[in-house]
Nanobody
Framework: VQLQASGGGFVQAGGSLRLSCAAS????????SGWFRQAPGKEREFVAA????????HYADYVKGRFTISRDNTKNTMYLQMNSLKPGGTAVYYC????????????????WGQGTQVTVSS
């Protein structure tokens, strides 16, 4: 499975972006998947995860109420709608798939996309 993240860019604080993660191959629809982010000089951190059937959604506390994860298995694509973005949200955002275990642990994912840069200006 190959993952391609897109949709990043520059946005002012309070603005919105929608990230997409397009997957090759139909196996993606059977995988629980998630989003992580990594800011400069910091470790990669969990953002959100979703089960293969679109249920079992889990968010990091710092994005609850602002971000929404979803997926369309007919298109082999996962999304991350990000609203009310904050300057602390500046990071490279990565999508991941084939989760086995706790969704907050990056090592529990078998496939990773290349990342898309999100920059939030104050």
């Amino acid at each position: 499975v190959q993952l391609q993240a897109s949709g990043g860019g520059f946005v002012q604080a309070g603005g919105s972006l929608r990230l997409s993660c397009a997957a090759s191959g139909h196996a993606f629809r059977s995988y629980s998947s998630g989003w992580f982010r990594q800011a400069p000089g910091k470790e990669r951190e969990f953002v959100a995860a979703i089960r293969s059937n679109g249920a079992g959604i889990h968010y990091a506390d710092y994005v609850k109420g602002r971000f929404t994860i979803s997926r369309d298995n007919t298109k082999n694509t996962m999304y991350l709608q990000m609203n009310s973005l904050k300057p602390g949200g500046t990071a490279v955002y990565y999508c991941a798939a084939q989760l086995s275990g706790s969704p907050e642990v990056s090592a529990n994912y078998g496939y990773w996309g290349q990342g898309t840069q999100v920059t939030v200006s104050s």
